[in-house]
């Protein structure tokens, strides 16, 4: 059903606190809906935002172990170590 406005009844925005046919209980009950609607879309940004952040981290801890795997990797100073020590058991 429409009214008169061509607007249907419920897009319609109401001021509860200026409505005057609700009883106390129904402006309770519209500003608890209203603060649970706000807490769910809060939740929402807050979510997308723990799950970007969450992969960042992730990418970071990573990369910070695949750069360690490569630098150890390089190291050639071990041996170069063992070399020596099996040269001087040769000599020995």
């Known amino acids: 059903p429409r009214e008169p406005g061509g607007e249907a009844p419920f897009?319609?925005?109401i001021d509860p606190s200026r409505e005057p046919g609700l009883s106390p209980q129904?402006?309770?009950?519209?500003?608890q809906v209203e603060g649970a609607q706000r807490q769910r879309a809060l939740q929402r940004?807050?979510?997308g935002r723990n799950v970007l952040?969450?992969?960042g981290v992730g990418a970071v801890a990573f990369g910070i172990y695949g750069?360690?795997?490569y630098a150890v990797?390089?190291?050639r100073f071990l041996d170069e170590l063992e070399q020596e020590?099996?040269?001087?058991?040769?000599?020995?």
Do not use: D, H, I, P
């Open 11 to 13: 897009g319609r925005r």
């Open 26 to 31: 129904q402006r309770q009950l519209m500003a």
């Open 45 to 47: 940004r807050l979510r």
């Open 53 to 55: 952040l969450a992969l």
């Open 67 to 69: 750069y360690t795997f």
């Open 73 to 75: 990797s390089q190291e």
């Open 85 to 92: 020590a099996e040269a001087a058991r040769a000599r020995a």
